[in-house]
């Protein structure tokens, strides 16, 4: 299975900051890499895929990059509704994994 | 709109078997993958099963494999997970998720809780 690392575990920051969440996959994925939001009570909701592709009504802030093992989601300009838990994913092969999370929290 | 809606979750002991279901509107249902993933208490997300759109494609993760089993209704636009050999470590809030295309999952339900306990 591929195994998936983010980080930070947690981040705090402050309305207005530019954040960085880093992922890593232990092989290659290509660009096979998506990025969720999550926030308590809620379903994970999809910002982008394909490591960088933004999903149409997701915010311009949120932006993606990577590709082989090493990807990064970027928020620019945060939101109070940004603090939330982000993971990644890959669906380069089955079964698809998850990061473990980084949870953003203000500061 | 697109609506997910989980149902079937519960209390049950170890051992012991439940049928999760998720019905859809607003999509073309039979035009989908479709996927359950869920999430422990405090825990990540870990993905479970994915169904083809005819049911021809079927995958599992290894925790459930052999004692879940993931079907569709393509005419009652629903998922179902019927789960046997349940295990306290099955205690989650399972979703239901729609694949985009390739594991992407854009959209999900709300999910269902289910707990294992004795």
């Known amino acids: 299975d591929i195994q998936m690392t983010q980080s930070p575990s947690s981040l705090s920051a402050s309305v207005g900051d530019r954040v960085t969440i880093t992922c890593r996959s232990s092989?290659?994925?290509?660009?096979?890499l998506n990025w969720f939001e999550q926030t308590p009570g809620k379903a994970p909701k999809l910002l982008l895929y394909?490591?960088?592709s933004l999903r149409s009504g997701v915010p311009s802030r949120f932006s993606g990059s990577g590709s082989g093992t090493d990807f990064t989601l970027t928020i620019s300009g945060l939101q109070p509704e940004d603090f939330a838990t982000y993971y990644c994913?890959?669906?380069?092969?089955?079964?698809?994994?998850f990061g473990q999370g980084t949870k953003l929290d203000i500061k | 709109e697109v609506q997910l809606v989980e149902s079937g979750g519960g209390l049950v002991k170890p051992g012991g078997s439940l049928r999760l279901s998720c019905a859809a509107s607003?999509?073309?249902?039979?035009?989908?993958?479709m996927s359950w993933v869920r999430q422990a208490p405090g825990r990540g997300l870990e993905w479970l099963s994915s169904?083809?759109?005819?049911?021809?494609?079927?995958y599992y993760a290894d925790s459930v494999e052999g004692r879940f089993t993931i079907s569709r209704d393509n005419a009652r636009n629903s998922l179902y997970l019927q789960m046997n050999s349940l295990r306290l470590e099955d205690t989650a809030l399972y979703y239901c998720?729609?694949?985009?295309?390739?594991?992407?999952?854009?959209?999900w339900g709300q999910g269902t809780p289910v707990t294992v306990s004795p």
């Open positions: 394909s490591a960088s």
């Open positions: 994913q890959q669906t380069y092969s089955i079964p698809y994994t």
């Open positions: 092989q290659s994925i290509s660009t096979n």
């Open positions: 169904i083809s759109t005819n049911s021809g494609n079927i």
């Open positions: 607003g999509l073309t249902f039979s035009a989908y993958v």
């Open positions: 998720a729609r694949d985009y295309g390739f594991g992407v999952f854009d959209y």
